[in-house]
């Protein structure tokens, strides 16, 4: 089986990074490999799921803004990307991981994840169910919940605290799998984070039974990047909900 092919590091908007994961799964490659990519953020930034209401989302914003925001692509809650460790696989149509469920696939990943946290210490695993309501005194958690809040099930979480470390969305078209997923800091503690990124694509790899390696960008034609990242930035695609 391929291994994967490990992107350079991007900063970009909110918009950009959205409007740059698209594109990459809808320019997958034949199933030869997945791609890895991990990226920062220009501003202090928040994403949320493509289902949920611009209303909900602007009521639960904490003080101190403004920041960039976005609708995300894949579904999900509203995330905090302000001191998190944010990533993308994508998994392209016919490769033996996008033909798995989603489920299957998300565990796969956060098995992977919180493999490599554990090589530096943090106790980390993968929640094994989701909490009952009766367990937290929250109401259940649907598509319009706002992340690390608490842990669902598969999430990565701290196995101590039960604090949730991580979790993703996902996006299934005819083009593959889509998995945008985050990390966050403070939860994990202390974390070196260029380490951690090696370690977790290596497990990733390793899971695939083949080599993680450096790779170039695909081409992305530019006038379709800037065209989908202004898409991304419209009241439209806002407030389609």
Known sequence: MAGLDILSTRTGGAAENMALDFLLLQRAPPPVAARFRHYEWRAPAF?????????FIRARLPAGGPFDLCRRPTGGGLVDHRDDWTYTLIFPRG???EEMSAVQCYREVHECLAGALGAQGVPAQVQPRAPLPAETGDEPAGPAGICFQRAEIYDVVHTGTG????GAAQKRNKRGLLMQGSIWRPAAGAVDWDRFGDEFAARISAALHGPACPAPWPE??????????????????MEHR
Do not use: N, R
């Open 47 to 55: 994403t949320f799921g493509y289902s949920q209401k611009i209303e």
């Open 95 to 97: 490769h033996a991981w």
């Open 163 to 166: 604090e949730k470390i991580a």
């Open 220 to 237: 992305l034609d530019e006038t379709e990047v800037s065209g989908l990242t202004e898409q991304y930035s419209s009241p439209e695609w």
